[in-house]
């Protein structure tokens, strides 16, 4: 399978345990982002990178994400001391980027809940 | 920052009718709308885009029409199918420079026999 692919595609646990998420973007792609989506609601932005370079982090990002992507392959995105509101699908998106032209292929996504 | 709207949230239509889904946008620098489809479970994935500098582009029974001045886009799809049955999502995002998506919330569309 040649497509994103994250692990793992559930998680469960408890409300203030960390997690951490794998996203493995398409071979070659520069760029790589993380979007979370709650039920009934569009993907809203987390977090890009170009490479290994993180370029932006929304608002939504608080303290307790962070997102590496070291070697600009594969990234991970953990979570610090989870809240129930963190509950969401985690998704993973990558794209060859060019100043003309970008289509952002996604992953299956990371289901989280925290009870 | 980018602001899309979506409407319909939810569309029900007969095989074989048409189905329209239009957003709007509030950043008149994006440049990029892509639509995508989500079916229950599943990824979203890239069905059709336009970019700023066409007014319609065109894939089988799938079209998507952008007007630039009043900063609005639609969906088009004919002849629908049962499968096409799913969420679909727009979305805008300034290519080349901020390309962080923005999606709007979502329409359910439900083709029925």
């Known amino acids: 399978d040649t497509g994103v692919s994250q692990n793992p595609r559930h998680k469960i646990t408890k409300r203030g345990q960390n997690v951490t998420f794998r996203c493995d973007p398409i071979?070659?792609?520069?760029?790589l982002y993380w979007y979370r989506q709650t039920l009934g609601q569009g993907p809203e932005f987390l977090t890009y990178?170009?490479?290994?370079?993180?370029?932006?982090k929304s608002r939504l990002l608080s303290d307790r994400f962070s997102a590496e992507r070291p070697k600009g392959s594969f990234s991970t995105l953990e979570i610090q001391r989870t809240e129930q509101g963190d509950s969401a699908m985690y998704l993973c998106?990558?794209?060859?980027?060019?100043?003309?032209?970008?289509?952002?292929?996604f992953g299956p996504g990371t289901r989280l809940l925290v009870l | 920052g980018e602001n899309v709207e979506q409407h319909p949230s939810t569309l029900s239509v007969q095989e074989g009718d048409s189905a329209v889904i239009k957003c709007t946008y509030s950043?008149?620098?994006?440049?990029?709308f892509p639509w995508y489809k989500q079916e229950l479970g599943k990824r979203p994935q890239l069905i059709i885009d336009?970019?700023?500098?066409?007014g319609e582009k065109k894939d089988q029974r799938i079209a998507v029409t952008l007007n630039k001045t009043a900063k609005h886009f639609s969906l088009h799809i004919t002849e629908t199918q049962p499968e096409d049955s799913a969420v679909y999502f727009c979305?805008?995002?300034?290519?080349?420079?901020?390309?962080?998506?923005?999606f709007g919330t979502g329409t359910r569309l439900q083709v029925t026999l």
């Open positions: 998106a990558s794209s060859i980027w060019t100043v003309s032209k970008e289509t952002q292929y």
């Open positions: 071979s070659e792609h520069n760029r």
């Open positions: 990178f170009q490479n290994e370079a993180q370029l932006e």
């Open positions: 950043d008149s620098a994006s440049n990029y």
């Open positions: 336009i970019r700023s500098n066409v």
């Open positions: 979305a805008a995002s300034r290519s080349g420079t901020a390309s962080k998506l923005t």
